[in-house]
């Protein structure tokens, strides 16, 4: 019997069976083979994702592999293949983990700061980003919407679509903006502009050139600006 390797393609690599810690993943587009139900399953599964962010900062996408992923985080290579079936898995866990972090402290920013318009919260978005993008560690090496893989996050969605959708939630539960197909476009392009411009920022200057990234605050504040004057609020019609 051949031993499971790196080399193996996800068709041929065994399935692990047996842990009383996990449970099989009923969601045929979730990155984990199973979910930890205990508390030292999912610790081992956290320790694999820091690994993998870890080694994606070093060496790149290309560079990674399993077998690095379970030396780094400690782990036997048979731990990581019971929760994920190959380095795709990984990165396609770890890049949720990224987008419930980011989502979770922009929701943290709009209940503790007070904004005077939607304008303000994009910007406190785009703060956020360039945060994690700086301290996050996986963060910069995996873009939300990297070409590497488009539908990391959703296996019809492509990535920003996902994002631009959680964050219209919350534009839209802070504001009032009325739910339109022309709103989610617009946020959509906005999000999808927004990312090009950041990666601009951060090609050179690793913790992000600030003129472009204030460049890139005004490229989205101007482009919603037009894109949502006429939409109402609360009834009324929200100005720019």
Sequence with gaps: MRPVSEHMTERERPPVEGDPEASPSPDQGEPLR???IQRRSARRVERMLDACAELLDEGGYESLSTTRVAERAG??????????PDKRALTQALTRRN???FVARVGRR???EDYSGWWDAVDAII???VEMHRTVPGFRSLHFGDVFDLNLLDSVADNNTVIAGRLRALLLAEFGLV???DLDRAILVAVEAGDAVLKLAFRHDPRGAPEIVAEAKQLVRGYLSRQLRGVQRDGE????
Excluded: K
Excluded at 77 to 83: C, D, E, R, T
């Design 34 to 36: 199973r979910r930890p």
């Design 75 to 84: 782990v036997a290579i048979g731990s990581v293949y019971q929760f994920f």
């Design 99 to 101: 987008v419930e972090r």
């Design 110 to 112: 709009f209940i503790c």
């Design 127 to 129: 703060d956020e980003y």
């Design 179 to 181: 739910d339109s197909e």
């Design 237 to 240: 019609t929200s100005v720019s």
